[in-house]
Every structure is written in C-alpha cells, then in structure tokens.
C-alpha cells in the first residue's frame, strides 16, 4: 500500500508539472497599441512637414498622428500595422507599413493623413500578424471643425495653361488668381497631379497679405503625347481654401518636334575656296529656336569657327557655309545644331569630309607644222593640255624654251590659261623666223600656281645647201671698187706732197717753216688722260683737236694751246677713233626687277621670266641676242 501511495503521488505530481511546463510553452507573444486618448494629433504645414500650431483641426488641414506600439514579451514579433478611414460604413486603408518588434521593444509610427473634411474622422490602427488570434486594434474619432474661407478664386475659378498647343518636352505653366479676405496673412502654393502617372508637380510658395490677390503658378510637363487628365488645388499652410480653388483640367499633348539637316551642296576649288550649302528643318508646330554651331578638323584638332543663333519655322531653311581661303590640312567640317529654351528629339551632328583640290595638268601630245621646218620659215606648234585632277587649274602660262641655252620663245607665250577638271585643250602656237639647222630640243612649259608641267618636243629643220667657198660679196663690184681705191689714193698722195714741198712764202709768217726732217723727228704717239674716266689714250704726237675717249665715249681738245695751227686735223683723227670704236664687237646686256624689260638695241618691251636668268634672249622686234640679267 505504501508503494501503491508513493507512485499515485509521484503519477499526480508529474502530471502537474507536465501541465505547467505545456502551459508555459503555449504562452504566445502579445503586442500591445498605446491608448487612443495618448495619441498625439497635431496640424502640419503639408509644404515643410512642420506643425502650424493650430489648436483645432478645422476643414481642409492636414493632421499628423503619432502613437506607441509595444512587445510585451521576449520574443520577437513580426507583423504589419495599418491606419483605415471610416467612409460610408466601410474601413478603407490610407496608409500600411511592415513591421519588426524585438522582445520588449516600442515602435512609434508618425502618420500624416489629409486634407480633412468637416465633420467627425472615424481611425482605426489595427497590428496584424501571422496568428490571427493575435491581431489588435484601437479606434479614434476627430472631430473636424468648420474652416472660415480665407482664400478664394479673385476671378474665374478655371486654372489657366500658358503654353498651348502643347508638345512633349514643352513646358507650360498653370496660374489662377488667389484673393486673401481674411484677417491673417497666409502661404498658398498650386499643385497639379497627373491622374495616370500619379506624378504630382507643386509649385512656390506665395505669400498673399489680407485683401490683397496675387497669382499662384506652377510649371509642369508631359514626356508622352497625348490626352491629359490632371487635378489641381490651392493649398494653404493655414487653411480656409475655399472648394473653388481645385478642379480637373484636360490637355492633349501633341508629339514632339523634331529637327533634321543635310548637306545640300559641296565644292572646294583653289580659285573660290570651301563653299558649303546645307539645309535644316522643322517639324509641323510653332516656331522655335536653335543655337548652330560650326567648326572644322585639322590632323584630329577642333576649332570651332562660328556659333550663332537662329529662328525656325515649319518647313525646309537653306543656309551656307563660305571659307574663302581654307588651310591645306583641313580634312573635316562639323555642324551642330542644338535647341534653346526647348526639348526636341536627337539632333544627329553633320560632318562633312572634305578633299583637297589639286589639279593634275598634263601635256599629253606637241606636234609641229610644218614637219621639217625650213630655216627662217614659221614653225607652228599645236600642244594637247588635259587636267586629270579633282579641280579646275588656276589660269597659267605657257612658254617654250630651247633646251640648250635656255632661250625663251616670247613670241610663243599664251598668258592666263586654266584647265578646268576632266577638259582637254588644244593650244596652237608659233615660233617665226626659225634659225636653227638640224634638230633643237624645245621644253613646253604650262605654270599655274604650284603646278608646273613640262614636255619635251624637237624641232626638225633643213639644212643649208654647201656651195663650196663663196664670197659674201660681188667680185665684179669689189674689182672696180679696188681699181677706182687705188686711183684716188695716188691723186690724193699727189696732191699732198705738192702741198707740203711748195716753196716757202717770201711773206713773213707767224710761225717758222718745219721741214719734213723735222716732222720725222717728232714722236710718234703720245699718252693722254681722259678727263671723265681717266682712260689712258695713244695719239699722233703732234695732234691738236678732238680726241674720243673709246671707253666713256667723252670727247675732249688735245694739244690746243700749244699748236693750234693744227686743228684742222683734229677732225679727221676724231673721225678715225670713232670707226674704231664701231668696229669693236659690243655685247648687249639688259637687266629689270621684274618679268618684263626693254631691248638694249631698239628698247622694244618683252618678257622673259625672273627664275630664268641670265639667260640669251632675242628680240621680236629687231632681231638682236642680248643676255637677260636680273635687275639686282
């Protein structure tokens, strides 16, 4: 029995302990929400989240609600928490959040809800977790008292839209005129929310004192095209917005313009330089305008060249573009065209590469007319000149030149030719009075600029027929011109001595008689200094008269003062010097500072080139061969 006692109570005692630990363990989390008469209410400034310090919530206000939720055990505790709004018998969420709570931990959540409306506000906070039976709520009415109307509509109580018709990227802006009739100054602002997207745009704060009405704006956009529905209202820190001052306003938003260019026309010459057209355009709309900017490319270096602005309308608008004098390294142009105060599509840059001209001139035939050319006969010549190149020539000068000394043809210059691209001229020159026998190597010569092209041709001429020795002159003639020489010789060597042996005059005379002994006696030459460029003269010893200098070609007396009886022979000695000087060989010079001089012989004006001389020359005019000097 004893034993039978001892198991029952130890059974009992087990079963009690068994139903303490079951109960302890089945003890379940509790959360608890703070007592609405605790919860904190106040008016906010819905613009700064800021308390206005109104002591009552009056129609139109914003409230801010702020309480306390506690984890009572330790255990944590994961749940969601809500704030619903009584309307027409049923809870509506106005604002959820999840929720942690860590063992014996306190949450203070903040809620802002409004505007309020007259009347009472039935609340409701309710936790919910994952165990039903563990959900808790607490309810809270607020009584919302009737707001004095502070501010209303000073005009039409529609919100106005400047900037119709609308595009996408344009920006348009909503006023309406707000009036103040209370007793306090107030801030409003306008907001507009888009009722698809939800996006809200709110505009700046204006401060309106009593009985006065300014206008309250706000600026908004649409990134799609479109109908538009959106609402907007006045919003007061303080309240007491009359009902006017909201609505919903409709708007179609069209599609956005765009602005294209191109290139229209493109041409780099060396005569005119770099001329560009191209053209930009405008979508169907209104008007806008856009900022250009060109610049160019040199070896991967930009320089910008000009920026400036421009007004377009719908449609096509031509520009152009002239560099008149473009550096030869330049390889790329680029316009860039952007939007001022306006939001288009993409704008592609336009670059234009660029090739610099050169012209290609080539001399692709010379033939000769006739084909062995007689001596002093005209040859003439007909040359083909054709520019392979990628632009027109410059215009040029053509010249032949005798290959051997250099001489040039003047009289078969052509002057001011240019070639333009892919043309082939025929030019036909001459060289009259051809003097050289055999064959002559010429070089035709076309110059334009930098480009110099040269072609070889050779002339072809008779030669003299071989008559075996002739004299330049008639014999016959030459033998009645000898005899009759002869005859008037001896006559005059008569004459002389007749005159020089006569007996001496018997009449006293000035000057005493020299015998031709005497005469033998003399010198034979003297020296004399000319008196301009001190050349030294040999003269008869006994001269008296005029002496030419054969070096300055000065004229001076000799010997005057001390026999001038004998000035009578100064002439025929003065005579003798200058067929003297005659029958030394001169060589012809001629020398300029530029392309053109005159013929020493007969001052004729020709041209022989600078980068030429000294060069033989020949005159057109009166045949002569003179060397070209340059004049420095």
């Not at 005569?271 to 900022?291: A, N, Q």
């Not at 002093?376 to 010249?399: K, M, R």
């Not at 070889?456 to 003299?464: F, K, P, R, S, W």
């Not at 002439?571 to 030394?584: C, G, H, R, S, T």
């Amino acid at each position: 029995m004893k034993h039978t006692a001892n198991f029952a109570i130890a059974v009992v005692f087990l079963l009690i302990f068994t139903c303490t630990v079951r109960a302890e363990g089945e003890q379940s989390p509790s959360l608890t929400i703070q007592d609405s008469n605790f919860w904190i209410i106040e008016t906010i400034d819905q613009t700064t989240s800021s308390s206005n310090e109104n002591v009552t919530v009056s129609d139109g206000d914003y409230v801010r609600i702020s309480l306390e939720v506690y984890n009572n055990v330790d255990l944590s505790i994961n749940g969601t928490w809500e704030l619903k709004v009584l309307s027409d018998g049923v809870w509506y969420t106005s604002m959820f959040q999840n929720e942690s709570w860590l063992p014996y931990e306190t949450k203070s959540p903040e809620i802002t809800i409004g505007p309020m409306v007259e009347g009472t506000i039935s609340l409701m906070f309710e936790v919910q977790t994952f165990n039903p039976s563990l959900n808790t709520s607490v309810k809270r009415d607020i009584r919302v008292a009737p707001n004095p109307i502070i501010f209303s509509s000073a005009g039409d109580s529609v919100i106005a839209i400047t900037g119709e018709p609308a595009y996408v990227g344009d920006t348009l802006t909503g006023s309406i005129l707000v009036k103040n009739q209370g007793e306090v100054e107030g801030t409003v602002f306008l907001r507009l929310t888009h009722d698809e997207s939800s996006t809200s745009y709110i505009g700046q704060n204006v401060r309106i004192s009593p009985g006065s009405s300014r206008e309250v704006s706000v600026n908004f956009e649409f990134p799609t095209p479109g109908m538009k529905e959106f609402r907007w209202e006045v919003i007061s820190s303080i309240g007491g917005v009359s009902l006017e001052l909201n609505g919903s306003h409709d708007l179609i938003i069209m599609p956005q313009q765009q602005v294209q260019s191109g290139i229209k026309s493109l041409a780099w010459t060396i005569s005119s330089g770099i001329e560009l057209e191209y053209w930009v355009s405008l979508s169907d709309g209104p008007s806008r305008d856009i900022e250009i900017s060109i610049g160019e490319y040199q070896a991967g270096l930009f320089t910008e060249l000009q920026r400036f602005p421009l007004k377009l309308d719908q449609g096509v608008r031509n520009l152009d573009l002239k560099i008149p004098n473009p550096d030869n390294n330049l390889d790329r142009i680029r316009i860039a065209i952007s939007p001022l105060d306006w939001t288009s599509g993409q704008i592609d840059d336009l670059f234009v590469d660029l090739t610099r001209p050169q012209p290609i001139i080539q001399i692709t035939s010379c033939t000769q007319t006739p084909e062995i050319v007689d001596i002093h006969e005209t040859v003439f010549l007909e040359c083909t000149f054709s520019n392979i190149g990628n632009s027109d020539s410059l215009p040029g000068d053509i010249t032949i030149m005798r290959v051997s000394d250099g001489m040039l043809y003047d009289e078969a210059g052509k002057n001011s030719i240019s070639i333009s691209t892919g043309e082939s001229k025929v030019i036909s020159t001459s060289i009259q009075e051809w003097e050289n026998e055999g064959s002559t190597p010429l070089q035709v010569r076309y110059s334009s600029g930098s480009t110099l092209t040269t072609a070889n041709l050779t002339i072809q001429a008779n030669q003299v027929p071989s008559e075996g020795f002739k004299l330049p002159f008639d014999t016959t003639a030459a033998l009645l011109g000898a005899v009759s020489g002869v005859v008037i010789m001896m006559v005059a060597l008569v004459l002389w001595r007749v005159a020089t042996e006569r007996t001496p005059s018997t009449v006293t005379e000035s000057r005493p008689s020299v015998s031709r002994i005497e005469k033998r006696r003399e010198p034979d030459s003297i020296e004399v200094s000319c008196p301009t460029c001190s050349q030294r003269l040999s003269i008869p010893g006994g001269h008296v008269g005029r002496v030419r200098c054969p070096a300055c070609t000065n004229s001076f007396e000799v010997g005057v003062e001390k026999n001038p009886a004998r000035q009578e022979g100064s002439i025929e000695i003065e005579e003798q010097v200058e067929k003297e000087d005659l029958n030394e060989e001169k060589i012809l010079y001629s020398s300029s500072d530029s392309d053109i001089l005159s013929c020493p012989s007969c001052e004729q004006l020709l041209k022989v080139p600078l980068e030429k001389r000294p060069i033989m020359s020949r005159c057109p005019a009166c045949r002569a061969e003179f060397k070209a000097l340059r004049g420095d």
